[in-house]
Each structure stands twice: as C-alpha cells, then as structure tokens.
C-alpha cells in the first residue's frame, strides 16, 4: 500500500494516480468517543481499501492514500464544548482547492466522507471540479442499517479498531427516536438540545464483532467502487 505523506516527490508514481482522501470532523460523540471518531472511521475505510486495492494493482496506475483532512462542517454539535467546525463554505473552498492542486498530477481523486454534516459541501466541490473536467468522486462512510450518531454503529467500530479509545464506563442511551423525526428540531436546536448527552442512538449494543464486519463490508464497497469508477449525477461513486 501506498501513502503518500511517507513518500518524497521522485516517489510519486507517475502516471494514473487514484487519490483517496478521507475527509472527517472534530465534534463531539457522546461522553464515551473521541472527538475525531468520524475521521479515524473515514481513515480506517480508506486505508483498507487502499490495502485490498494494493492486493491486485490497477493496470493503468497506482492507487495513493492521502492524510485525512481533518476538519469539517460540524455546526450542530458546537452545543459541546471540544467542537471545532469549518463551516460548508470553507470545507467546500478547501476540497475544490485540494481538487484543482492534486489533479495536476494524478488522474483521479475520491473523497471518503465520514462525517454527514459535509455533504453539502462536498456535494457542491465535486460538482465544481467535475464541471471543470477534474475526475473528482466521492463515497459516504453509510454503514447500513446504522444509527444516527455516536451510537452502536460508531461505537462498534472504535470498539474493532481503537478500544482503548472508548471510554466504554461512560457508555449510555442518548435519544433513540429515528433521525428522520427530530430533523426540525435538530435544525433548530442543535444536537446539544436535542440529546444532552450527545449521542442519537443507544451505544449499550455496541461490539467489536460487529465493528470488524462493518468495517470489512464497507472497506470492500469501496474498494469495488474506485476499481470501477462510476460517479452518479452527483459524483457519487456506486
């Protein structure tokens, strides 16, 4: 596998470069996750896809893993203290700039986003770039069947790749009802209003086992994504 922060430039391969790129948050998770949980769990997709990718190389060129970009757009959980949002305008001007720099000199470039909050920015960066002819893509860490936050999806994961991060005596319930019945409120009031303890879901479920095959599941969705490059009318890859 191939990264691209331990290599010197004469390193760089020279043609075809796919770059992946996680692209996270620093916001609260509840009393129990850290405060990056959505970029360490883009970072651990990306690295594994790179790392199943490495296994059988692509033919017209080298598949690169970026460092993580890890800030984003975050604004409904600066009702915590620890939260350090962007804002969409400025995660959207920074992926475009990131976008217009690399493409000189690799091929492609996917965005793995872990965090839902910058959909909107990455949505309108990669419409950009695309419209400027940039091959740029971008694939959401959606886990299926997963909850809203900081709950047993999020948790599982951390518990399968980073356990002594979870503060698992602190594990509890937040606020159980689906996410789709508390979007006015979350709009209005913000997570901190919503669930005081920051978590939307109940995390008491949450397992290593299960984190393990998440992980697999969608390390492998994206990996069969960029060997087949097929953006929808978004930029999504499928």
Request: proline share 8%; hydrophobic share 45%; charged share 20%.
């Amino acid at each position: 596998m191939t990264e691209l922060a331990a290599l010197s430039w004469p390193e760089v391969p020279p043609a075809g470069v796919v770059l992946v790129v996680p692209v996270g948050s620093v916001e609260q998770h509840g009393p129990h996750l850290p405060l990056d949980t959505d970029t360490r769990i883009a970072a651990v997709i990306a690295r594994r896809a790179v790392e199943l990718l490495a296994v059988r190389p692509r033919a017209d060129g080298a598949v690169v893993l970026a460092p993580a970009l890890p800030y984003g757009a975050s604004g409904e959980h600066e009702g915590f203290p620890g939260t350090v949002s962007i804002g969409s305008a400025a995660l959207e001007l920074i992926l475009v700039e990131l976008g217009r720099s690399a493409t000189r000199w690799v091929s492609r470039i996917a965005l793995v986003n872990g965090h839902g909050g910058n959909l909107d920015a990455l949505r309108a960066a990669v419409a950009l770039l695309r419209s400027e002819g940039r091959d740029v893509a971008w694939f959401p860490c959606a886990f299926p069947g997963g909850d809203a936050h900081a709950g047993e999806t999020e948790t599982s994961v951390l518990l399968a790749e980073d356990p002594g991060g979870v503060r698992t005596d602190r594990i509890a319930p937040g606020v159980t009802t689906p996410i789709g019945a508390l979007l006015d409120r979350l709009r209005a009031e913000g997570v901190a209003g919503v669930a005081p303890n920051g978590v939307l879901g109940d995390p008491t479920a949450a397992s290593a086992e299960r984190g393990v095959l998440l992980v697999d599941a969608l390390a492998t969705h994206l990996r069969t994504a960029v060997a087949q490059w097929n953006p929808d009318d978004t930029g999504r890859l499928r």
